[in-house]
């Protein structure tokens, strides 16, 4: 914590000493003449009048310092920047030469003169028509020279000669200017192409729950790159200066408010929406100001000042939670506060010179600083993205290995099971077969009534194992019991299996009893698997009820549920046993030749059935097996 800390402090330290650097040495203030560069920064205001070359000696200018932000303003008494003025700057030479004269941002109209010739003009005076534009010329000087800029303003805010006019020789000045657009190119092309990945990505990755910290930072970054195109406006002539200074002012107050998200993010995914309406409010309030600004002209000045001291608020409590992150995940809140208190410390700079600085070869302190910003979050954006694809790789391996485990294990439960099945089919098809064969032999010989009627019962039941075998042959086959529903009236169906189950209880001295509490149970079922169901259940309880004691069926409705119950009085079930005896292959008796899959096709059954199955046993009451099948109505 505290070497993080120190190195954030000497971060701090050498980006205000490299600022001073910067500042010294490219101040327009400082700077009277460079490698045959100089900022023309004294002149004469004549405010109020256009005045031509000719009509300059009928009136009497002002002196002034050009690039202070005041301009026009300074001279009116409601402090609006609004209106028409000239400016002329004077200098001699004694070694005349061609040079170039460079002027940024000449708002909103106006026409240039050296040496009482029209050079060149952006936008028009009669009819009024506003232009953003900036002036590039190359001219022969002479001994005296005399320039003359004619300005007017009816929309925007600023007026005037905005920033001071650089004079100089032509390779000098062009490679000021080459380097004041690589640094916004490299801020515009660095920062949309940021956004555009980032975004992608986040669009790409949002279902794999990934958070929307790329989506802020993606958003931050779109904000500042169309943000650092405003220099590029000059070259299209662009008439509409009002709405596109709203949207730069926007755009970074929009960056700094996805900062801010990003660093919350950090800190908390879940934001409240407290925490975010102040930022976006001045968001807003940033792009609606300069529409409102031309009515209200004397806040023209305390804008700029309101603006820098919100954006100085909301650095400072950036640093707040930024410190709070620091103490959650070390590594990622000392990179964001490398990143924070270089922005804080760009931005105060910016702010104590923002009447005495000019970027004519570079960019604003602030810029600088919403860039290392940026830096800093791609960073971030890296090592956390890295982080989570190295996750990713290792989950998707043990995945893998899971996945395989998963199907030799379902492979060899399947082979089990075909050659289990493939046995029983194999040991009881053949005497079913022979059974039924001699069962028809002896009905074509018609003895007398009873054996009419026993062999009739025997013929059933045998109907029915044949049935059975082939039902167990499908599910070989198919991997699935075949199922077909239709709506059943269950207790009928159930009268039906106690007839049916009634010569096997009397053989086996057991009393069966079936009871039904309701009229009419109707449920949507498979006849068939419903039938085969039960009768693994009655004998079932029938192979372990002793003799002279009472297997009882009974069925009732309760909560839109048919609830049927099996109870008999054998002996009572371990209850270590209770909790595997619908497993397939589970047996008690695998000794006596038990397969373990009657009652595994009954719970089997009652899920295909969309129904429960429970067993209990005990000492007093026995064992009872519970199903519970959802009546027809519900399910219709």
């Known amino acids: 914590m505290r070497r993080y800390t120190a190195l954030s ?18 101040n327009k203030y400082t700077i009277t003449s460079q490698q045959n560069t100089a900022f023309l920064l004294k002149g004469m205001l004549y405010p109020d009048v256009l005045l031509s070359p000719k009509e300059i000696k009928q009136h009497t200018g002002i002196p002034v310092l050009t690039g202070s932000y005041q301009n026009l303003s300074a001279f009116h008494e409601d402090e609006s920047g609004f209106g028409k003025a000239t400016m002329v700057f004077t200098y001699t030479t004694d070694k005349p030469g061609i040079k170039q004269l460079y002027l940024q941002e000449l708002f909103s109209t106006a026409k240039l003169f050296i040496n009482g010739k029209p050079v060149a003009q952006s936008g028009s005076f009669e009819p009024y028509q506003e232009q953003i534009q900036d002036i590039l010329i190359t001219f022969q000087e002479e001994r005296e020279n005399t320039i003359l800029i004619q300005s007017e303003n009816r929309s925007h805010y600023y007026t005037g000669a905005q920033y001071p006019p650089i004079l100089g020789d032509a390779d000098i000045v062009t490679a000021m200017l080459g380097k004041r657009l690589l640094t916004y190119a490299l801020f515009a092309c660095s920062s949309l192409t940021l956004a555009g990945f980032t975004i992608v990505l986040w669009i790409k990755e949002r279902e794999k729950e990934r958070g929307r910290l790329p989506f802020y930072f993606g958003m931050m ?3 500042f790159g169309v943000y650092s195109c405003y220099p590029f406006f000059s070259f299209f002539h662009l008439p509409v200066t009002r709405l596109l200074y709203s949207i730069q002012d926007a755009c970074i107050c929009a960056a700094l408010y996805f900062a801010y998200l990003s660093i919350l993010y950090l800190k908390d995914p879940v934001i409240s929406i407290r925490k975010r309406l102040l930022p976006f409010s001045i968001v807003v309030i940033s792009f609606c100001m300069p529409f409102i600004l031309p009515y209200l002209p004397a806040f023209v000045q305390p804008y700029g000042w309101m603006l820098s001291v919100c954006k100085l608020g909301i650095a400072g409590y950036m640093l707040f939670v930024c410190i709070r992150i620091i103490k959650q995940a070390q590594r990622e809140g000392s990179i964001v506060l490398f990143a924070l208190l270089s922005y804080a410390g760009l931005l105060i700079v910016h702010v104590l010179t923002m009447n005495r600085f000019e970027p004519a070869d570079g960019a604003w302190f602030e810029e600088y600083g919403v860039f290392i910003l940026i830096i800093f979050f791609a960073w971030l954006m890296v090592t956390q993205t890295a982080a989570l694809w190295k996750h990713d790789h290792l989950l998707s391996i043990h995945l893998q290995e899971e996945v395989d485990r998963q199907t030799r294990q379902i492979s060899k439960l399947l082979d089990e099971r075909r050659s289990l099945l ?33 062999l009739s019962q025997l013929r059933e039941n045998n109907r029915l194992m044949m049935e059975q075998l082939q039902l167990l042959q499908s599910f070989n086959e198919q991997d699935h019991i075949p199922i077909l529903k239709k709506p059943l009236e269950l207790c009928s169906f159930l009268q039906q299996m106690e007839a049916l189950f009634a010569p096997d209880a009397e053989a086996y001295d057991i009393d069966f009893q079936f009871s039904c509490t309701c009229d009419r149970c109707e449920i949507f079922g498979d006849s068939k698997q419903l039938k085969r169901m039960i009768q693994n259940l009655f004998f079932n309880a029938l192979s372990y009820a002793p003799a002279q004691t009472c297997i009882s069926m009974t069925l009732e409705k309760k909560d839109a549920e048919a609830i049927l119950q099996f109870k008999n009085q054998g002996e009572v079930i371990p209850q270590e046993e209770l909790q595997h005896i619908f497993e397939r292959g589970y047996s008690s008796r695998k000794k006596e030749g038990g397969t373990g899959l009657g009652l595994f096709i009954v719970h089997t059954i009652v899920i295909l059935h969309q129904g429960s199955i429970q067993a209990a046993s005990d000492k007093d009451s026995g064992t009872c097996f519970t199903i519970r099948l959802p009546l027809y109505e519900v399910i219709s």
């Not at 402090?9 to 490219?26: D, G, S, T």
């Not at 098809?429 to 010989?445: F, I, N, R």
């Open 9 to 26: 402090a000497i971060l701090f330290l050498f980006v205000i000493l490299m600022v001073q650097h910067e500042y010294r040495f490219h």
């Open 221 to 223: 970054a779109l904000c």
């Open 422 to 454: 493939a046995e029983l089919l194999h040991d009881v098809k053949k005497p079913a077969a022979s059974a039924m064969t001699y069962l028809e032999m002896m009905d074509k010989e018609k003895t007398d009534i009873q054996m009419k009627k026993d």
